[in-house]
């Protein structure tokens, strides 16, 4: 398996990369296969969601993909009706924010290791905890200079 291209999460006024996929629990509930294509061994799921939080509640605000058809599909064309932003109420889990430097590269999924993780968990799309893993530092020619990593 490949290291997967994030989503984006906007939050405190930032945007950060994701290593969670709510949307695929949405599939999962809903009893819906998804929709989506893969494009690239990077992009399995076949799509890449932009996530905000506000007044604590988690919302998909764009979504960018194509269908097996070879069709675009966007938040309007799976959420009929919804608007610009769709409310996550099914979601109920930890999104993982990776934050600094990289500690350890792993070629799958989401599995590389950061200097931290934030960990937003979710009860029906309400931010209900906040927390802060930190997981090492980065030591040598990995802590100088900008490096690979997420702030």
């Known amino acids: 398996m490949t290291a997967q291209i994030p989503e984006v999460l906007r939050f405190e006024s930032r945007e950060h990369p994701m290593c969670t996929e709510p949307l695929e629990d949405y599939f999962a509930l809903s009893g819906r296969k998804?929709?989506?294509?893969?494009?690239?061994?990077?992009?399995w799921r076949?799509?890449?969601?932009?996530?905000?939080?506000?007044?604590q509640r988690l919302y998909l605000v764009g979504l960018e993909g194509r269908s097996s058809e070879d069709g675009e599909l966007t938040l309007v064309s799976l959420f009929p009706g919804h608007g610009s932003r769709?409310?996550?109420?099914?979601y109920s889990g930890t999104v993982r924010l990776p934050e600094g430097k990289l500690l350890a590269y792993f070629h799958g999924g989401y599995a590389s290791?950061?200097?931290r993780d934030r960990l937003l968990r979710f009860e029906k799309?309400?931010?209900?905890?906040?927390?802060?893993?930190?997981?090492?530092?980065?030591?040598?020619?990995?802590a100088e200079g900008d490096g690979e990593g997420y702030v």
């Open 113 to 115: 290791t950061y200097e």
């Open 86 to 90: 769709v409310y996550a109420h099914w």
């Open 125 to 142: 799309g309400v931010l209900v905890e906040t927390r802060v893993q930190r997981n090492g530092e980065a030591t040598g020619a990995d």
């Open 34 to 43: 998804s929709p989506f294509a893969s494009n690239c061994s990077a992009n």
């Open 46 to 55: 076949g799509y890449i969601g932009t996530w905000e939080i506000r007044e």
